[in-house]
């Protein structure tokens, strides 16, 4: 037995699971922000719908291909943001994306983790806007 195996082990099926079953998957009919956008690096796409309740991410949905880091990291960002205030989200960091992924990124694999987020940021930009 490695200990430090199964903490990778472990890591990486929590990755593997919102891969395989991601949360939140889909579109919105009539969403009041939305956003799609490619990571040309390695061919990943998402698009992320919200509704917006007062000030409130009161639903998203995303949907996308790509690879399971991408869609891993869109699929935990849609739980974690439901409930919060636009304003938060909008200040929500790359780092704090990252953390909530509990995996270390590789530089090539950072825009990966980081395109649900930046389509989510594109998407109540464009709202405001
Ligand atoms: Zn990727």
Redesign the pocket.
Known sequence: MNDFGGVDDLYRDFILDHYRHPRNAGTLENPDATFEDN?PL???RIRMDVRIAGDRIDDVRFAGR??A??QASASLLTEAVKGKTVAEVEQLSDEAVLENLGISISAV?L??ALLGIKVLKSALALKRG
């Open positions: 990571n390695c061919g990943d790509g690879c880091i991408s694999r825009k990966c």
